[in-house]
């Protein structure tokens, strides 16, 4: 595993090892590897740097869990080349031209849903903008500035002498979410909001997402069935919930018994507002690897909900409250006094 100590890597180790495999560990030295496996350190940025000792392992089937660009895909398949029998490799669904659509870098009309692994991809590399990639280069350390997985995945599955398999997250959520995705929600109902507010598009955006051992558990079962040999798969939940859905699902967990308020664009605050085209939804089809590779969850949703808000309350962000802009939220309370939506 190049990665391996970070939120999803070492679910990954934990799945291998119970199937019986031996697993060993490409990381930075600055965690304790996973139970049970062993450990080279080494900089995932100068990978051939540590050619000589990771081929020293013979692996069997490498998972590269924090591949970032084409440059190094590329430096990963010459190293392992010779080696290894197969790679897989962690990509996004942010590869689609859907994504694209949303943030504006794509022409066109919307793209047809559901997504599926022949889907059209963006035809603009590098979607997301500089200062973007830089705040996120904050959280993931291995991120480079040449950020975008369709490169990743032409040099995965472009090489004739070494097989790749290639696996497209979703949003993956649960205990260790560096993005503490949940938070914003669960803070507002655990301060006892009596609404929580959106933007009308927001509100109805549809995405896939996937919870953390349950990701890990597909990339898992990729990595251990040759069957996945030169092929792509999604990765996500059967269903794909609006945010006010998903919002509810929280609220049924926490017990919380407010509202969910849906405001037009025009009428909600500005942080609730974000650019881009949510017409454009990112439904994401799963079917493949789970009809060709047996996969399924195993955990279920409103269990995985639970595990993610216990974490979140006990692992806060260090952000400023104000910063949730409740000030801004009552105003438009008292000012239009909107009719509650549910999900």
């Not at 047809?112 to 500089?130: D, G, I, M, N």
Request: glycine share 8%; hydrophobic share 40%.
């Amino acid at each position: 595993m190049i990665g391996g100590t970070g939120f999803i890597g070492p679910h990954v180790a934990r799945h291998l090892i119970d199937r019986g495999h031996d697993v060993t560990v490409f990381h930075r030295g600055r965690v304790e590897v996973p139970g049970g496996t062993r450990a080279i350190v080494g900089d995932r940025r100068c990978l051939t740097d540590s050619a000589a000792a990771l081929r020293s392992v013979h692996p069997d089937i490498v998972v590269d869990l924090v591949l970032s660009s084409g440059a190094q895909a590329r430096e990963l398949m010459t190293v392992f080349r010779g080696t290894a029998r197969r790679i897989v490799a962690l990509s996004s669904a942010d590869v689609y031209r859907a994504c694209g659509v949303l943030h504006g870098s794509e022409p066109g009309g919307l793209q047809e849903l559901p997504l599926t692994e022949s889907s059209a991809v963006r035809t603009t590399l590098q979607t997301y903008p500089a200062a973007q990639i830089e705040r996120l280069q904050h959280v993931f350390g291995w991120l480079d500035t040449d950020y975008d997985k369709i490169p990743v995945e032409r040099e995965i599955l472009g090489d004739a002498d070494l097989p790749g398999t290639v696996l497209r997250l979703p949003m993956v959520y649960g205990p260790g979410d560096p993005l503490h995705r949940f938070y914003p929600a669960v803070k507002r109902m655990d301060d006892r909001r009596p609404s929580i507010l959106f933007a009308q598009k927001i509100a109805a955006w549809r995405s896939p997402r996937g919870y953390v051992e349950n990701v890990a558990g597909a990339i898992a079962v990729a990595a251990t069935n040759d069957r996945a040999a030169g092929r792509i798969y999604n990765v996500a939940e059967p269903e794909c919930l609006s945010e006010i859905e998903w919002t509810r699902r929280m609220a049924d967990v926490v017990g919380w018994r407010g509202n969910l308020v849906v405001l037009p664009a025009d009428r909600a605050p500005a942080h609730l507002q974000m650019p881009g085209n949510y017409e454009q939804h990112w439904v994401v089809d799963s079917t493949k690897i789970r009809d060709e590779l047996g996969y399924r969850e195993i955990v279920e949703r409103d269990e995985a909900i639970r595990r993610t808000v216990a974490w979140e309350r006990a692992n806060p962000p260090a952000i400023d409250v104000a910063s949730l802009g409740y000030d801004a939220e009552d105003d438009v309370m008292v000012r239009l006094k909107p009719d509650p939506t549910s999900a």
